[in-house]
């Protein structure tokens, strides 16, 4: 290689390691700090920080007491330099979430549209997007891309959404979705995407199930912060585990499904009322819910059990059922504990994004790529 080259790739990567030591740092740090940790001449440290100032990523927080002399300034990233947007598409509704380099929520809204397979509704959800941008003053040359989240089994790399069965879907291309939108698109799985943003969380976590508890049930199979997917896109389709041989027809044909008995549906659209009435009346102890909720929290308890027997790891519940579950919680477990074979085990956690770990897992998809070349 030549030398000038040479230099070049060795001021990038010293760049990208000053810059993700300051991201992992979580709180300000100090040149000083940098330096030592990295085992970098100051010179170096500061060719780099003059680089990433100039371009907006890093900024300055204020100044560290002094331990003699000039008391030194406190960087931090510059979490609102650059978002990503995620779009997760259901049945009924679009929700749409902007998040910066924190992962942290700039901004959400729901587009209430039923689904269509048509040019007419991606161009509706296209413009929905525009407008989102628009009312909530977010400049799109720091866009850096937008996620969609499906509910179903996706091959982006080949623009292929090969089952999706909410939304009516099948070996069907994705090429018309992405010509509406202008900005760099990736399609994925809903569970996968609020797994990623749930590991994302959890640093250091090894191993990981998402649970994903909403009209339809799936998941995702995290290992070292990374989604498995199985060699054909289909690992953590965890709602077509059976709990009950010969049971309730499943939307997939199949009798006995985990989604034919933990599907929010079960508890709302069975019973023609919302998720907050049906909870309502739970917490009034009306004796019809609570038949019901001792039945799903039964065949989820049973359903939780055949995951951790697969894989001894934490399970986390997302989806839109997380905004009732947490008082119920300890009576999950215990369900969980009374099926088991091996006894108690609380390894039994709720999403810490709640309704909208999907749209930031899709968007992070964007961030962790931008982090890996800054």
């Not at 700039?106 to 989102?132: G, I, K, P, W």
């Not at 519940?317 to 369900?335: A, C, N």
Request: proline fraction near 3%; charged fraction near 20%; charge should be negative.
């Amino acid at each position: 290689m030549p030398e000038a080259a040479n230099s070049a790739a060795v001021r990038k990567g010293n760049r990208k390691r000053v810059f993700r030591y300051i991201y992992d740092a979580q709180s300000p740090v100090t040149k000083q700090s940098i330096a030592q940790t990295l085992s970098l001449s100051l010179p170096t440290v500061s060719a780099s920080l003059s680089e990433l100032m100039e371009e907006g990523l890093l900024t300055y927080s204020g100044t560290f007491a002094s331990t003699g002399g000039r008391k030194p300034r406190a960087i931090t990233v510059a979490a609102d330099a650059r978002f990503s947007v995620g779009i997760q598409i259901k049945e009924d509704q679009a929700i749409i979430s902007a998040i910066d380099l924190r992962a942290q929520e700039l901004a959400s809204h729901t587009v209430l549209r039923t689904f269509a397979d048509s040019d007419e509704y991606y161009a509706h959800l296209a413009q929905s997007l525009e407008t989102f941008l628009d009312q909530h003053a977010l400049p799109r040359e720091k866009l850096l891309g937008v996620g969609i989240a499906l509910p179903g089994i996706v091959q982006w790399e080949e623009e292929l959404a090969v089952y999706v069965p909410t939304l009516g879907l099948r070996n069907r291309k994705l090429v018309h979705l992405r010509s509406h939108f202008p900005y760099p698109i990736v399609v994925q799985n809903d569970a996968n995407a609020s797994g990623f943003a749930e590991s994302w969380g959890r640093p250091g976590q090894e191993a990981m199930v998402f649970l994903v508890l909403e009209k339809g049930v799936g998941g995702a199979i995290l290992m070292g912060g990374q989604s498995y997917t199985g060699d054909h896109n289909r690992s953590g389709e965890l709602g077509h585990l059976c709990v009950v041989p010969n049971g309730r027809r499943c939307r997939c044909g199949r009798q006995g499904c985990f989604e034919a008995y933990c599907s929010t549906a079960r508890l709302s659209d069975d019973l023609g009322v919302t998720l907050e009435d049906f909870f309502h009346r739970l917490r009034r102890q009306d004796e019809t819910a609570c038949r019901v909720w001792d039945e799903y929290l039964f065949h989820l308890a049973q359903g939780i059990v055949n995951i951790q027997v697969m894989m001894d790891c934490d399970v986390v519940i997302g989806g839109v059922l997380t905004d009732y579950l947490e008082p119920y919680l300890p009576q999950l477990r215990e369900e969980v504990s009374r099926l088991s074979s091996f006894g108690a085990d609380n390894r039994i956690l709720l999403s810490r994004y709640h309704t909208h770990s999907v749209c930031a897992g899709a968007a992070l998809h964007f961030i962790d790529l931008f982090l890996q070349d800054v």
